[in-house]
């Protein structure tokens, strides 16, 4: 089955420390999308990839890195810089930009203690 | 900026009707709809490419009005089913997806 795949489900981590989130599809989508989800405040566009080996800066990029090395994955690292991290991660594919569905993984729900 | 959506959040008994509207500040090339339940990924529900689209089935549908940058998503005759997240997305110039604040509804018997 196609689809998109996040993990893990759930990532408790020490504050100041790095950590990756994966993302990988098997849809052959183009396209790519990390957003992070707190309460009350919709889905934020951390970063977006549109093909292998480019990616753009969403609207809340600082403290987050990202890489396309495949087609198929784009992994998200949160690093010591992000203030707040707690937060609930989705990520999300479409095969292109601009007025195609978007399909989206489970999310993780990451815990900086 | 994201689009605003309002109301923010809403209580329904079953059967009654709720109008979810989505404003932007930016030009909306399309409009999506998606629904997400607690902890759960958002499920698209329906997508408008174009200004004057009114799209969708008898109990959930959808109105785009491009030069206003708004569309409204209705729900008539609401289920239990029907409580979750709504968020409205679009892409803009530069290929990037952007949703709305979401507004979160409400059924209850």
């Known amino acids: 089955d196609g689809g998109i795949t996040q993990s893990p489900k759930y990532l408790f981590r020490k504050e100041g420390q790095n950590v990756t989130l994966s993302c990988e599809q098997n849809?052959?989508?183009?396209?790519m999308y990390w957003y992070r989800q707190d309460p009350g405040q919709g889905l934020r566009l951390i970063y977006y990839?549109?093909?292998?080996?480019?990616?753009q800066k969403g609207d809340i990029a600082e403290g987050y890195s990202v890489s396309r090395e495949k087609k198929e994955s784009f992994p998200l690292t949160v690093t010591s810089a992000q203030k707040n991290p707690t937060a609930f991660y989705l990520c999300a594919s479409s095969p292109t930009g601009g007025g195609t569905e978007a399909f989206f993984g489970q999310g993780t729900r990451l815990t900086v203690v | 900026q994201q689009p605003v959506q309002s109301p923010q959040a809403v209580i329904l008994r079953e059967g009654e009707d709720a109008v979810i509207n989505c404003s932007s500040s930016k030009a909306l090339y399309s409009v999506h709809w998606y629904r997400q339940k607690h902890g759960e990924a958002p499920v698209f529900l329906m997508i408008?490419?174009?200004?004057?689209e009114q799209k969708g089935h008898e109990k959930i549908s959808a109105s785009f009005n491009e030069k206003k940058q708004q569309s409204s998503l209705y729900l008539t005759a609401s289920q239990l089913s029907y409580s979750g997240t709504y968020f409205c997305g679009s892409y803009s110039g530069a290929n990037n997806l952007f949703f709305g604040t979401g507004t979160r509804l409400t059924v209850i018997p």
């Open positions: 990839s549109q093909i292998v080996n480019d990616f």
């Open positions: 849809l052959n989508h183009d396209a």
């Open positions: 408008l490419l174009k200004g004057g």
